[in-house]
């Protein structure tokens, strides 16, 4: 993950492991869920949680040539120590 100031500037970069949860919800649409643990660069040993739309997902091409892009409204969370 690369971090930026205010003023778009690289300020660093971080990395995290864990997993992520794909879901779809009662009206069709698909919410993608990651919840990791950064273990580099600023936040290191924090917890991340993101939430984010997939609107433009087709689980189609998960089968076939894969995903490779998606777009959609989300929310990113680094929890305290």
Do not use: Q
């Not at 869920?33 to 580099?40: D, F, R, W, Y």
């Not at 600023?42 to 984010?52: I, K, Q, T, Y």
């Amino acid at each position: 993950m690369r971090w930026e100031d205010e003023d778009g500037h690289h300020t660093g970069t971080s990395y995290f492991t864990g997993g992520m949860t794909l879901s779809r919800r009662p009206l069709g649409e698909n919410v993608g869920i990651v919840v990791a643990t950064i273990t580099s660069g600023d936040f290191e040993g924090r917890e991340l949680v993101l939430l984010s739309a997939r609107l433009t997902i087709d689980p189609l091409k998960c089968l076939t040539s894969g995903v490779r892009h998606v777009e959609g409204p989300g929310a990113l969370e680094v929890l305290p120590l």
